[in-house]
């Protein structure tokens, strides 16, 4: 995992500085969001019905 | 995890922490709203209205897991569901933090598949960031790369998800190839976008 900014050198925060340029650049105009709100994976199951016990017939 | 790593806030580098989302966080970014700064910029209020419904979709679908008992809210969490049903899908949430922003920066819902690989169904940040009100980037990408160090750990040898109009750019300039309305993330490629979360610092 990366090390605490407060803990790296300076030439490692230099490293990490260029790194972040690559990425911002490598993000570009990011939409803000990733998959698709009409996608068939995210469609919801249908709820399963649950089977009722019959009800017994109370004599009057 | 958590797992640290860099973003970048008003053009200097800072630190964001990224972990699996519980209950309260996604109950969390679902009542995110859109900022009402963002009236007159229509571009920019789209984004934030899709970070929005993004975010409530993800949570209609966390409620699904939550209920069939397939939702892990820790790594390890998911490595026992994993161990106790190999062939299982399984879901979880991951999100983003950090100490000099209020809230949740990101999140994203993932799930592992029957075959062991991970789907990433949604991933949104925060609308201040992607209505750029905030000067935040990076979160976006970090949270894929942070996905494929996920996989990596898993042993998974495929990210995959959905690309849309408005997505496919974005996998084109990471994967480096045209992208249809499919992107996959192999092993090969996991490693490195691995590495790169991982170790950010490290010598070229």
């Not at chain 2, 699996?20 to 910029?41: E, G, H, Q």
């Not at chain 2, 209020?45 to 939550?66: I, P, V």
Request: proline share 5%; hydrophobic share 45%.
């Amino acid at each position: 995992m990366m090390k605490p900014l407060a803990q790296m050198t300076q030439a490692e925060k230099s490293r990490l500085t260029k790194h972040m340029q690559m990425l911002v650049e490598l993000e570009g105009d990011f939409p803000g969001v990733l998959g698709n709100k009409n996608s068939f994976f995210i469609a919801k199951p249908l709820p399963r019905r649950r089977k009722t016990a019959k009800r017994s017939k109370v004599a009057a | 995890m958590p797992l640290r790593f860099p973003v970048v806030k008003d053009g200097q580098t800072t630190e964001a922490l990224m972990s699996f989302a519980t209950d309260l966080d996604i109950r969390a970014v679902k009542r995110w709203k859109v900022p009402s700064k963002l009236n007159d910029k229509p571009v920019m209020r789209s984004r934030a209205a899709d970070a929005c419904e993004f975010a409530q979709l993800a949570a209609k679908r966390w409620r699904h897991y939550r209920d069939t008992k397939t939702f892990a809210t820790s790594l390890a969490h998911l490595n026992r569901l994993i161990a106790s049903n190999a062939r299982g899908e399984f879901c979880f949430h991951l999100k983003v933090t950090a100490d000099w922003f209020q809230g949740i920066l990101g999140a994203a819902m993932v799930r592992r598949t029957w075959c062991h690989h991970l789907m990433i169904d949604f991933l949104f940040v925060h609308p201040n960031i992607c209505g750029q009100l905030v000067g935040v980037k990076a979160v976006g990408l970090q949270m894929l790369q942070s996905a494929c160090l996920l996989a990596k750990e898993l042993g998974c040898k495929r990210v995959w998800g959905e690309a849309t109009l408005d997505s496919a750019p974005f996998y084109e300039r990471q994967l480096r190839r045209p992208i249809e309305d499919l992107f996959a993330i192999e092993k090969h490629e996991i490693q490195v976008f691995a590495a790169r979360v991982d170790n950010p610092a490290a010598k070229a």
